[in-house]
């Protein structure tokens, strides 16, 4: 099984590589072709017409994508966006079947979002440790001469080339999973705090937009109670629509249950930066606003926040806002905002899950197909006529023979010349361009 996937690796006596964050990427994936099946009779001595003995092809690798718990990033999509499973092997001789080509096992963050890139249509949502999900079926082997024989034809030189593998475009989608999301307009203190409880070493300096991307901290309540944390970039006036950095990490707090709003408390108007944020949220998704919050007053360090706390306090508590005064730097109530965070997940829901695995891909009608008449011929496009044609051995007269009675089932052969085909047109299928003879 061929798995591809990140992992941080430390190096003795080098530094831990921090990949940049990388949160969407469209790739382009492709299952395995199944072997072809193989024409062959048994040739031994003293056994002059030895029966069919052409083995069938094997299965060509699935693609599949994995959870996986140490990867919190979409990176590896940044420089790699074509990904094609093995085709499985052909078959041999003696009955032997070919060998199966091994899965492509692409591994991806908790949260990962599939989209397909065509139809915009959510494909999956990957939420748990481990999770598999099969996006594209590899194509089966196809049948050797030996499973062609019967009473009547004893030495069929018919044989199927392995089935095309599935492919298709996909946008991949990160949604970090975690319990809380820290949110505030720019230069609150966000990363701040979350360094101070946390394991997490977010860029911290004093000037607006020091979080350029989401960052993840757990911090431990208790010895059998943790909470994991998301610091998002600052919001801005517009930040739904674009602006600022908004846009681009809204997303990040839909699947958080609760909200730690932080304040600057050196803001003219802390009270308007409230308003705002949350009016922000709403615009973007209004589910967003109804989260629980726990709003916290930060820079209590500073004097004249200090002195100004008071005056803060009332305010919000004229809007129905009951606030924490904490001070980030120093640590003071930081305990006080978590405990509090804490209380509210034992009575907040989870938000329902966007699962929708297992995928159930339905079986292609094979009555459908199209005729199109082109300045060089006609072209027949159907996914099962067009699967039977890549199929074919075109180089033994059997298989042609079988291919054409496939025409004339499906009612291709008539609806052709109801067209008006005429002998020595061209006739395209897929990729194989055919002389039309009566």
């Not at 809007?319 to 006080?336: E, L, M, P």
Request: charged share 25%; hydrophobic share 35%; proline share 5%.
């Amino acid at each position: 099984m061929k798995i591809l996937g990140w992992y941080n690796q430390k190096i003795p006596g080098s530094k831990v590589y921090n990949p940049m964050f990388i949160d969407e990427a469209i790739i382009y994936v492709k299952s395995g072709k199944g072997g072809d099946g193989a024409v062959h009779f048994r040739r031994e001595k003293y056994i002059p017409r030895g029966g069919p003995d052409g083995g069938d092809g094997g299965r060509g690798g699935n693609v599949v994508f994995k959870v996986s718990p140490k990867l919190n990033t979409l990176y590896d999509f940044h420089h790699q966006h074509r990904f094609v499973a093995q085709d499985g092997k052909p078959g041999g001789r003696s009955d032997r079947t070919g060998r199966s080509a091994e899965d492509l096992v692409i591994l991806v963050p908790a949260g990962t979002i599939l989209f397909d890139a065509d139809s915009n249509d959510i494909v999956a949502d990957l939420v748990s440790a481990n999770q598999e999900l099969v996006i594209c079926q590899g194509g089966r082997g196809g049948r050797g001469n030996a499973r062609f024989a019967n009473s009547r034809d004893q030495a069929p030189r018919i044989a199927e080339k392995g089935e095309p593998g599935q492919e298709r475009n996909l946008r991949l989608e990160l949604k970090l999973i975690a319990d809380v999301g820290i949110i505030g307009v720019p230069n609150a203190g966000k990363s701040t705090f979350l360094a101070s409880v946390s394991n997490a070493r977010p860029k911290i300096a004093d000037y607006p937009f020091t979080t350029l991307e989401p960052n993840l901290g757990v911090a431990r309540i208790s010895h059998d109670q943790s909470l994991i944390l998301a610091d998002i970039p600052g919001l801005i006036e517009g930040a739904h629509s674009g602006a600022g950095l908004g846009y681009d990490f809204l997303r990040h707090i839909q699947r958080t249950r609760v909200l730690i709003h932080l304040l600057n408390g050196l803001s003219e108007n802390p009270v308007l930066d409230y308003a705002q944020t949350n009016s922000e949220l709403t615009l973007f998704d209004p589910n967003l606003a109804r989260k629980p919050q726990i709003v916290a007053v930060n820079k209590m360090d500073i004097p004249q926040v200090k002195d100004r706390w008071e005056q803060i306090e009332r305010e919000l508590k004229k809007k129905g806002i009951k606030a924490i005064s904490i001070s980030a730097a120093v640590g003071t109530n930081v305990k006080k905002v978590l405990f509090k965070a804490a209380e509210l997940l034992e009575t907040t829901l989870e938000p329902p899950k966007e699962v929708l695995i297992p995928i159930y891909h339905a079986q292609d009608d094979p009555s459908q197909f199209e005729i199109v008449r082109e300045s060089n011929g006609w072209r027949i496009s159907g996914v099962s006529i067009e699967r039977a044609a890549a199929m074919t051995y075109w180089e033994y007269d059997d298989s042609v023979r079988r291919f054409q009675r496939i025409l004339k089932t499906l009612g291709i052969d008539e609806a052709l010349r109801n067209a008006g085909v005429k002998e020595g047109d061209t006739v395209m299928i897929g990729d194989y361009e055919l002389e039309w003879s009566d």
